[in-house]
């Protein structure tokens, strides 16, 4: 296995978004000698809020851009380390009402960022992978040998993403690790995505939008947990393998609706049942053996980790509202004009 020094620099791709901001936040903080650089296209999902406590960290670059752009990518990857590859369109919804967009970034945008690490003989390339890959399951769990049946323009572009990292280890030798994580839950998740949707709209005392039976089931990982696994597998994983990373706590989207009605203390009138998403996933669900063998579980429990989620949302409001009331594109313009030439 490569042992890493201490001064490695790491090029983070969508570090402005929710887990690569969580991501970037844990690294600077254990290692004090590593440089990060933050490569980040700002899309509606990018949001240098996420990153205001450390903006000002000297181990710490912002560059807008956009992984799709080749000449930007050739000269970024001069004199990098590591790449930890998060950038990509995220939300199932989205790719389904209109998938150009997640193929250009999530499937060619990862081939020009492998083409260049290669280029420039990056010593590890983290591919962010998803559980979504495999498609849903309906009893037991899926084993990083099982085969991909992604079922939705995201997961499908994601997949093609996945395995092209994996070709590139096969094929050229090139160092490169994947991860494919559950659901993640936390700080900085967009309010697009299930929980801070639903606990924003309860803040605002609206109701919730739960699609179709609300059976549907998920394995939720708290970002944290998810983040220090990242970090486990630079350092321990080994080159050309994938790995599994799940929360182990599944539950389905009408008892984890209740949950959050529960907390913020409203019955389910709350609830309004809205028409299904289109070929919407039944059940993930993830056997973690393989990075378990290695030595690492999740730290978190999922009550415990939703419970602290839930206040975070109730107390950032400012961090919420400027995205859910539609001036955030202004407010971004204002605030942050020295990052957007
Ligand atoms: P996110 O949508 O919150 O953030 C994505 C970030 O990528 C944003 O900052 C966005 O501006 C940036 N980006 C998008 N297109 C870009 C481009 N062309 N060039 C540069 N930057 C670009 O996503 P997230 O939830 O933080 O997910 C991060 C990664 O983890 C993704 O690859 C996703 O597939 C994977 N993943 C997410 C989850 C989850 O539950 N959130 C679970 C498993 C895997
Ligand atoms: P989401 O947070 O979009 O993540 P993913 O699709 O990647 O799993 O959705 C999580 C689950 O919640 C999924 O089964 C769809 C469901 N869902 C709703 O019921 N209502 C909503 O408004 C959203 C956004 C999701």
Same mark, same amino acid.
């Given at each position: ?39 980040? $296209? ?35 990857? $001069? ?26 970034? #999530? ?113 939720? %990982? ?8 990242? #970090? ?5 994983? $080994? ?14 989207? %009408? #008892?984890?609706?209740?949950? %959050? ?81």
């Amino acid at each position: 296995m490569l042992r890493l020094g201490v001064n490695m620099k790491i090029l983070v791709t969508g570090g402005a978004g929710f887990i690569g901001s969580n991501f970037i936040r844990l690294i600077l903080k254990k290692y004090s000698e590593y440089k990060i650089v933050n490569l980040d $296209k700002l899309t509606y999902a990018g949001n240098l809020d996420n990153l205001r406590d450390i903006e000002k960290n000297t181990n710490y670059t912002f560059v807008k851009g956009d992984i799709c752009d080749k000449s930007l990518i050739e000269k970024l990857m $001069k004199g990098i380390d590591i790449v930890v590859h998060f950038a990509a369109e995220t939300h199932v919804d989205r790719s389904i009402k209109e998938s150009g967009i997640f193929i250009d970034t #999530d499937i060619k945008g990862t081939y020009i960022l492998l083409q260049a690490a290669k280029k420039n003989n990056v010593k590890k390339f983290i591919h962010i992978s998803t559980d979504e890959v495999y498609g849903e399951i309906y009893k037991g769990s899926f084993k990083e040998t099982d085969s991909l049946n992604p079922r939705n323009p995201y997961s499908a572009a994601k997949a093609g993403a996945d395995r092209l990292a994996y070709s590139f280890f096969c094929t050229y030798n090139f160092p490169v690790i994947i991860t494919r994580s559950s659901n993640n839950f936390g700080p900085f998740q967009h309010p697009e995505k299930v929980i801070p949707l639903f606990v924003t709209n309860l803040l605002d005392g609206k109701k919730v939008p739960l699609y179709g039976n609300g059976l549907n089931v998920r394995d939720w %990982i708290y970002v944290i947990d998810n983040c220090e696994a990242i #970090d486990f597998l630079i350092n321990n994983g $080994k080159i050309g393998e994938v790995y599994n990373i799940g929360g182990g706590s599944e539950i389905s989207n %009408i #008892d984890l609706t209740k949950l %959050i009605l529960n907390f913020f203390k409203k019955d389910e009138s709350f609830i309004e049942y809205v028409k299904d998403r289109l070929g919407h996933d039944r059940r993930y669900s993830l056997d973690c053996d393989k990075i378990k063998v290695l030595g690492w579980k999740p730290r978190f429990s999922f009550d415990e980790a939703m419970k602290s989620t839930m206040v975070w949302y109730k107390n950032n409001e400012w961090w919420w509202r400027k995205i859910k009331s539609g001036e955030f594109r202004k407010y971004y313009q204002e605030h942050y004009k020295k990052h957007m030439e």
